[in-house]
């Protein structure tokens, strides 16, 4: 059984249109992050969570401890946001990743 | 640009061989991480390093070691390579003071060829 969980695996979506990735998991955490990959391999920290809710620009990731899920919405989503989105978490000094959901983008 | 630098981006080496991979962490940041990325097992947590010294260790083999260097650059030893080692291989680091890890920033990464 994998520790993380998330859904929907792929994702295509009409360019403007409000995007929700779901993860959740199954041990007690000390964090949570989300990471973007994009198709070129690098991966970026998008946020860092241990309680509520965070936003940078059209992107906002809530966590929800007791029901140990987070999200992570895109508001106005626009093709540069199609990549794979990681959900990772951390307890104690070990990380456990979801499989990533593969987000695509439409002009 | 992450701050993270990796070296080498690309290696294609044969079965039995040894690989070093190296990752100088962002200025002031003292965790480094390591993290293997394949095809069939997604991102899997190698191996913490703080200030020189190992912090956690996650599903790295023992055919696999790393350290961190007093400069704080790392190096990740892979030996007796076998196919199935062909992956990317990740390094991201932090400031990670006490049991937070801070926000991770990550290398471009080094694609490994095994042949």
């Known amino acids: 059984k994998n520790e993380v969980e998330q859904s929907p695996q792929n994702l295509t979506a009409q360019e403007g249109e409000f995007i929700t990735i779901n993860c959740s998991y199954s041990v007690g955490i000390s964090a949570l992050h989300w990471l973007q990959q994009h198709p070129g391999g690098g991966i970026v920290s998008l946020f860092m969570?241990?309680?509520g809710k965070k936003k940078h620009g059209r992107l906002i990731a809530t966590i929800n401890i007791q029901e140990k899920h987070s999200s992570l919405h895109i508001t106005a989503s626009h093709p540069r946001d199609s990549a794979v989105y990681i959900c990772?978490?951390?307890?104690?000094?070990?990380?456990?990743f979801g499989t990533g959901t593969s987000l695509t983008v439409i002009p | 640009d992450s701050g993270v630098t990796q070296t080498p981006k690309h290696l294609i080496t044969a079965t039995g061989q040894r690989v070093t991979l190296r990752c100088s962490p962002r200025?002031?940041?003292?965790?480094v991480y390591w993290y293997q990325q394949s095809l069939d097992q997604g991102l899997q947590f190698l191996i913490q390093?703080?200030?020189?010294?190992?912090?956690a260790k996650g599903n790295i083999l023992e055919r696999f070691s790393a350290q961190q260097f007093p400069d704080l650059h790392s190096e990740l030893n892979l030996s007796s390579l076998e196919l199935g080692d062909s992956a990317l291989y990740f390094c991201?680091?932090?400031?990670?003071?006490?049991?937070?890890?801070?926000?991770?920033?990550f290398g471009e990464g080094s694609r490994l060829t095994v042949l």
């Open positions: 990772a978490v951390k307890k104690g000094g070990q990380f456990y």
């Open positions: 390093y703080y200030n020189g010294e190992e912090r």
């Open positions: 200025s002031g940041d003292l965790s």
């Open positions: 991201a680091s932090s400031v990670a003071i006490g049991s937070n890890t801070g926000e991770l920033f």
């Open positions: 969570l241990s309680s």
